[in-house]
């Protein structure tokens, strides 16, 4: 049965760094911060309208949940622990900084029902973070990891791709180390440059050059094959479509069908390594996916049919339970 989350937005407050890239109002699209009453309303909402709550976490999201004042942060944890055990919910999700995670902090989010916590890891490269300003290290990710998992907690690791002083290289390292650290999942944000952000501000004065729109993706396509082939989920991949996110952007790159671009391009590369490999010399080639992923190898757009067609391959896909995700067998 898929996941689902009740999101709840937890805007800036409490968090003690800007990094370069950040406007928590923009990014979460929310002005107003929740109260226990909010919480409960939603909770009360959402257990009416959602279809197995045994699979649906309360998650806050938006901020740095653990470095919110402690007396709020205790409010919207008991609000929602209201809502988690027997016929309600699974449990609850936060997301937050590697530095804001303490065995104190965890022993009272598990005993609140905290079942997942997702750390901006963002880049595991001690250069790109200090001039990101995120304010920890590489070794302080892997340091909260480890308490995590010590607890028995779910472990999720946002990445950003094409931050400020960031190379391909560096990308490589980051997706190899957040790999080392096993999460059970993993978010994948490219970077979207915001209006009234220091990196807009670096952007437009030069010193900030992006990678351009088909590298973010080339690394964010083989990030996603490296850990949905071991196993770690990826349960993003883009900033969500937002009307505020578009509005205010400046660079970067979003697109709103991001994650299906990315796996266009993952099975384009495949279709095109079978090809070469089994010396394919006919104008129609038929190549076998997953059923969940014929949409996917047909391409955003159809664009694999369109991209194979202007080099003469009549493309043809049809799905078979056999063939894992991300992988495709030429038929004939
Ligand atoms: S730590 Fe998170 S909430 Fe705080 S400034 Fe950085 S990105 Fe924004």
């Not at 909770?43 to 279809?51: G, I, K, P, Y």
Request: glycine share 8%.
């Amino acid at each position: 049965m898929k996941h689902s989350n009740i999101s709840i937005f937890v805007p800036h407050v409490g968090c003690p760094h800007k990094c370069t890239f950040c406007d928590q109002n923009t990014i979460s699209g929310a002005q107003h911060l929740p109260h226990g009453d909010d919480v409960r309303e939603i909770c009360t909402r959402a257990l009416s309208e959602v279809r197995s709550p045994e699979n649906t976490e309360i998650a806050f999201f938006g901020g740095s949940f653990t470095a919110i004042p402690h007396d709020y942060m205790t409010e919207l944890l008991s609000a929602a622990h209201e809502f988690v055990g027997e016929g309600r919910f699974r449990g609850i999700r936060c997301s937050t900084r590697p530095d804001c995670i303490t065995p104190e902090i965890l022993f009272e989010l598990k005993a609140a029902g905290v079942t997942a916590i997702e750390l901006g890891a963002q880049s595991m490269d001690d250069e790109v973070l200090a001039l990101n300003e995120r304010g920890h290290t590489a070794q302080e990710v892997i340091n909260a990891c480890e308490l995590i998992r010590a607890f028995g907690i779910e472990l999720g690791l946002q990445m950003m791709i094409g931050l400020y002083g960031s190379t391909p290289e560096k990308e490589w390292e980051t997706i190899r180390a957040i790999h080392a650290l096993r999460p059970d999942t993993v978010r994948i944000y490219p970077v979207v440059v915001l209006e009234g952000t220091k990196l807009a501000e670096l952007l437009k004065s030069g010193e900030y050059v992006p990678f351009d729109f088909d590298t973010a993706v080339d690394i964010a396509a083989s990030a996603m094959v490296m850990f949905e082939g071991d196993g770690i989920r990826v349960i993003k991949c883009g900033l969500h479509a937002s009307e505020f996110v578009e509005h205010d952007m400046v660079g970067g790159f979003y697109h709103p069908a991001f994650r299906e671009i990315c796996e266009t391009v993952i099975y384009r590369h495949n279709m095109e390594f079978e090809l070469k490999n089994c010396g394919h010399m006919s104008d129609t080639a038929v190549f076998a996916v997953s059923p969940s992923c014929i949409s996917k190898a047909v391409g955003h757009g159809r664009a694999n049919i369109e991209y194979f067609r202007e080099r003469g391959i009549a493309l043809k896909i049809t799905g078979d339970e056999s063939v894992p995700k991300y992988r495709c067998e030429l038929r004939r």
